[in-house]
């Protein structure tokens, strides 16, 4: 099984500098590289300080000057926001100034928020019909002389310009969840990326699963499957039990965010109180405990080879959590010393 990272830039209060959240970004992102991870993952967000990233591939050029090995992928771009020829095209140019390193993340987008600000009245349905509109294009426009006549896209032949230095281009992930989604990545011969985000087992399998179906309905080659989880690696019980409640707390959040009803206020959300947050049981610390992937490192340990034997291709660390970023370096040191050479 190989090993990623997801990460972004979080931010909690207007008091906490961009610029100290970028210089901790790219320590993870080394530590990461040092440690010989796969990968690292960022991905695309607009007007949230839940999630700062407004270009992943600008980003991850970035990260390339300090690193050396990793791949660096779109964790993900939402496909709505982007036009084929101008995605092909930034992807190629990136994977050309890091040496062949991009992989490309591709999604519908989850949060209505971003929607009504950049494409208004797109809805979820109509934002996976544009990507699936969309990503087929990516390699036919790599290869040259692509026209198109689409619902959403229309344009003559066209070559993106620069080639990338991958053949073929940046390999491409689609996140998946439902059966059709699986469907579409595994015959188009995209890779799969699923995030059971807040659930555990049961969903991690069901995905397993779907991806199963679609790769028995396709006689192509099979692709890869990455599962993303929040995880954290605790150097005790109390230090996990920590942990627990700080992943609710992000997830209540995250809720929020995604429900879209609460007031924001240069970027940040209106806090939510202790009452309402521990109002919510579907989030609550005892949940995020048995569901997540945390705990000490043996803990950790037993729950990824459980993703191991379901046969997953990789397994990415989801760092964001809303923790101190004392708290994620430590976590990720322990996954990195005690948890990576399990499974080596």
Not at 23 to 30: A, F, M, P, S, V
Not at 144 to 173: L, M, N, S, Y
Not at 272 to 280: I, K, P
């Amino acid at each position: 099984m190989d090993f990623s990272l997801f990460v972004h830039m979080e931010r909690l209060t207007e008091d906490q500098s961009h610029k100290q959240l970028h210089d901790e970004l790219i320590e993870l992102c080394k530590m990461a590289d040092d440690a010989g991870m796969r990968a690292v993952w960022t991905g695309e967000h607009h007007g949230m300080e839940f999630t700062i990233a407004p270009n992943p591939l600008m980003s991850l050029v970035h990260i390339a000057h300090h690193t050396k090995n990793v791949k660096l992928g779109t964790g993900t771009v939402i496909a709505p926001f982007w036009h084929p020829i101008k995605l092909a095209g930034e992807a190629a140019a990136a994977d050309l100034m890091t040496d062949g390193r991009i992989e490309l993340g591709i999604a519908r987008g989850a949060y209505s928020y971003e929607y009504e600000r950049l494409m208004p009245g797109l809805d979820a349905w109509q934002a996976g019909q544009r990507m699936r509109e969309l990503a087929p294009l990516l390699p036919q426009l790599w290869a040259g002389d692509c026209a198109h006549e689409g619902a959403f896209f229309r344009f003559p032949a066209t070559t993106a310009t620069p080639k990338p230095v991958q053949a073929g281009g940046p390999p491409i992930w689609i996140a998946a969840r439902d059966p059709n989604s699986h469907e579409f990545g595994v015959h188009n011969g995209f890779n799969i990326q699923v995030t059971p985000l807040w659930q555990g087992l049961d969903e991690i399998t069901t995905l397993k699963q779907r991806f199963d179906a679609a790769c028995d309905s396709h006689d192509g080659p099979r692709p890869k499957i990455m599962l993303l989880h929040h995880t954290y690696v605790g150097s005790d019980a109390e230090d996990v039990a920590l942990a627990a409640r700080e992943l609710s707390r992000f997830y209540c959040y995250f809720g929020a965010w995604f429900q879209n009803k609460r007031p924001v206020e240069k970027g940040l959300l209106a806090p939510l109180t202790e009452e309402e947050m521990a109002g919510n049981t579907m989030m609550s610390a005892e949940n995020m405990a048995r569901d997540l992937t945390i705990g000490t490192s043996d803990d950790v340990i037993e729950k990824i080879r459980k993703y191991e034997e379901l046969g997953y291709d990789e397994y990415s660390f989801w760092i964001d959590s809303g923790m101190s970023f004392e708290r994620k370096r430590a976590s990720l040191e322990r996954f990195i010393e005690h948890v990576m050479p399990a499974f080596r």
